[in-house]
């Protein structure tokens, strides 16, 4: 983004990765996951890691946590986890976690998910 070459020192490439960077990744990762019969009904995304976002069983209470934003020229690896499964009026649904972190494993942002799936037709749910 043009924004972030802006914020970068002069005559450096160590620009910062906004909340729109982060946001794409995540997204996309998950739309990927859930396939074009699933459907996201949540997307709540920050660059600060809210605790209640983290299910104390998660790996992400393991992360070291950062928060804001990341530096250009790190790479970022898109993570998510799946925090809680439901069936609602015969739909199923599934809440997520994810984030993004550097090959530190050190997390930057955040965002609270929630998913639509499909039905599987072989009978297993």
Do not use: Y
Request: aromatic share 8%; charged share 20%; net charge negative.
């Amino acid at each position: 983004m043009i924004v972030e070459c802006h914020f970068a020192p002069l005559g450096s490439d160590n620009s910062m990765h906004f909340m729109s960077f982060g946001e794409n990744l995540m997204g996309r990762l998950v739309t990927n996951w859930i396939g074009n019969d699933g459907w996201m009904l949540k997307f709540d995304a920050s660059h600060r890691v809210l605790a209640e976002r983290i299910n104390l069983s998660s790996v992400l209470v393991q992360k070291e946590i950062l928060g804001g934003h990341g530096v250009g020229g790190d790479t970022v690896v898109g993570r998510a986890e799946v925090v809680n499964k439901f069936v609602d009026d015969g739909n199923h649904f599934v809440d997520l976690v994810t984030w993004t972190e550097n090959l530190s494993g050190q997390v930057w942002q955040t965002a609270a998910v929630t998913v639509q799936l499909p039905i599987r037709e072989d009978g297993d749910n």
